[in-house]
């Protein structure tokens, strides 16, 4: 069993930053795919960003350009950095990994809130 730990969130301006990080009980390496997910209130959970092992990487078109998604195997770690943020970025993000190429995640972290105020 692999547990995820999400730091780095906290309440920030609209066009500030933050840098989100995702610290894994075990080896990353093991995993195809690690994603980055928010959920805001009333809405449903969303894909923000993935990466794969070989560093391909997938953004959501809402943070296309300001937001940029890594991967540290040697560290274990995920980070995403947010630039210039929006207040439509609050909500709480979550670190997701899976083995597979496709399909469900299969571990995911207990989220870290992230507050834009306008």
């Known amino acids: 069993q692999v547990m995820l730990v999400e730091s780095g969130g906290g309440l920030v301006q609209a066009g500030g930053s933050l840098r989100l990080s995702c610290a894994a009980s075990?080896?990353?390496?093991?995993?195809?795919?690690m994603g980055w997910y928010r959920q805001a209130p009333g809405k449903q959970r969303e894909l923000v960003a993935s990466?794969?092992?070989?560093?391909?990487?997938n953004y959501a078109d809402s943070v296309k350009g300001r937001f940029t998604i890594s991967r540290d195997n040697a560290k274990d770690t995920v980070s995403l950095q947010m630039n210039s943020l929006q207040p439509d970025d609050t909500a709480v993000y979550y670190c997701a990994a899976r083995k597979r190429l496709t399909g469900l995640y299969d571990y995911w972290g207990q989220g870290t809130q992230v507050t834009v105020s306008s």
């Open positions: 075990g080896s990353i390496f093991m995993f195809n795919v």
């Open positions: 990466i794969t092992s070989g560093g391909s990487r």
